[in-house]
């Protein structure tokens, strides 16, 4: 993709599509098993924008530097989980210099997010896309990212394990990426930086129904000044 243009052109076709046939359009079966099912919309979005499956640590699309991100949302349209940004490197986090020069801000920088409405959270068929939009943090966002940062790099280079988990950091935690990490040391477990919920819901505000973001925010300030 050489453009946001080419990225609408592709997806805006499918939105309001029924995954039950969007994934037959891609010859992509959705998965049964449960714990697999929440991948389901970004599969079928890395197909549509031909992103290869990796982990390297360049942006989903290369020439435009941004990250693709789905983001489920309930039928109120609100967030209905975590967002997964990027697998986190124990020994690469201490080696990095600080926030704005480490491979998660990397990825925060610019993210093209791909709303998902889960009609039924049990029945991927009747998902569907909404239209897409793009999303750059705001200063305020990135210093309460730069905050969390510091906390869990502090922790890693005083091999502090106990506090690289979910308990910790407001905005930007992190979490085990894998179900397989029971009996395994704390040290060896594989983690995942992720955005938490209250972060998508803002993002939600300011993208999907901004009107109502400001509606809201202007009735807290009458109420502050009262």
Do not use: H
């Amino acid at each position: 993709m050489n453009s946001y243009n080419e990225v609408r052109q592709a997806l805006d076709p499918v939105v309001g599509v029924p995954f039950k046939e969007l994934s037959k359009l891609l010859g992509i079966n959705l998965p049964a098993d449960p714990r697999r099912r929440r991948q389901a919309g970004g599969d079928l979005v890395e197909a549509l924008l031909e992103i290869a499956k990796n982990s390297i640590p360049k942006p989903d699309l290369v020439r435009l530097g941004t990250e693709v991100k789905t983001i489920p949302l309930n039928t109120l349209s609100r967030p209905r989980e975590w967002t997964k940004i990027t697998s986190f490197n124990a020994d690469a986090t201490k080696n990095e210099e600080d926030f704005r020069r480490s491979s998660v801000y990397g990825k925060l920088r610019s993210i093209l997010f791909v709303p998902v409405m889960k009609v039924d959270n049990a029945k991927p068929d009747f998902w569907y896309l909404r239209p897409p939009f793009l999303w750059l943090p705001t200063d305020d966002q990135l210093a309460r990212f730069e905050v969390d940062y510091d906390f869990f790099r502090g922790a890693v280079i005083k091999s502090d394990w106990a506090r690289l988990s979910a308990r910790f950091g407001g905005y930007l935690t992190l979490n085990t990426s894998s179900d397989k990490t029971a009996g395994v040391g704390a040290e060896r477990k594989g983690r995942a930086w992720w955005l938490k919920a209250n972060v998508t819901r803002e993002i939600c505000d300011q993208n999907l129904w901004p009107r109502e973001a400001m509606v809201s925010r202007k009735t807290a300030n009458q109420s502050t000044v009262d």
